[in-house]
T-cell receptor
Framework: GAVVSQHPSWVICKSGTSVKIECRSL??????MFWYRQFPKQSLMLMAT?????????EQGVEKDKFLINHASLTLSTLTVTSAHPEDSSFYIC??????????????FGSGTQLSVL | GQQLNQSPQSMFIQEGEDVSMNCTSS?????WLWYKQDPGEGPVLLIA???AGELTSNGRLTAQFGITRKDSFLNISASIPSDVGIYFC????????????WGLGTSLAVNP
């Protein structure tokens, strides 16, 4: 089945530094990718929708200058957390929209990135 | 934002028991998806439903797309310890810019 690779799995950084998270669709082309944030024991919260070749669409309350998204190709989207602060510590998950053999639309998720900002 | 009503919030069962959880919505969805999430991992798709009334199985898992298109349930038969995790339902509505709407999750614990 379709696979989405997310890297890194976890990262620890100092406050003020920037962190880049990559999301790749390995065996299908993903014109649309989504970035989520998840706090412990809570559901996924959509941050932004990333479309290949165009600017990302951010959800209300998400700072676009803080969370930079680049979807440069049909198989890669990146999320950069700029000038990270401890309150940015969270579990970040990407997903990619693809179709199965029956052409039914599905959303496949990366394995997530645990970000800890010291 | 909009969320689905998912219940129960948590379950603690004995190994071998059957499990049932459901999601309801005030609006209609075109697609219902059920995911399982293990700690520190991203959600893994279990079952996808595309038609009202559709009943689909995946091993010991069975899910149905409600006939009203406003609800869905997931059943797990003969539970085993590795079924432990958080189960999320999600709905996809063409009228919502194709964004997933999530339930709050059902945390399942299985006592061996």
């Amino acid at each position: 089945g379709a696979v989405v690779s997310q890297h890194p799995s976890w990262v620890i950084c100092k406050s003020g530094t920037s962190v880049k998270i990559e999301c790749r669709s390995l065996d299908f082309q993903a014109t649309t990718m989504f970035w989520y944030r998840q706090f412990p024991k809570q559901s996924l919260m959509l941050m932004a929708t990333s479309n290949e070749g165009s600017k990302a669409t951010y959800e209300q309350g998400v700072e676009k200058d803080k969370f930079l998204i680049n979807h440069a190709s049909l198989t890669l989207s990146t999320l950069t957390v700029t000038s990270a602060h401890p309150e940015d510590s969270s579990f970040y998950i990407c997903s990619a929209r693809g179709r199965d053999r029956g052409l039914n639309e599905k959303l496949f998720f990366g394995s997530g990135t645990q970000l800890s900002v010291l | 934002g909009q969320q689905l009503n998912q219940s129960p919030q948590s379950m603690f069962i004995q190994e071998g028991e059957d499990v049932s959880m459901n999601c309801t919505s005030s609006s209609i969805f075109n697609t219902w998806l059920w995911y399982k999430q293990d700690p520190g991992e991203g959600p893994v798709l279990l079952i996808a439903l595309y038609k009202a009334g559709e009943l689909t199985s995946n091993g010991r898992l069975t899910a149905q797309f409600g006939i009203t298109r406003k609800d869905s349930f997931l059943n797990i038969s003969a539970s085993i310890p590795s079924d432990v995790g958080i189960y999320f339902c999600a709905g996809l509505n063409a009228g919502n810019n194709r964004k997933l709407i999530w339930g709050l999750g059902t945390s399942l614990a299985v006592n061996p």
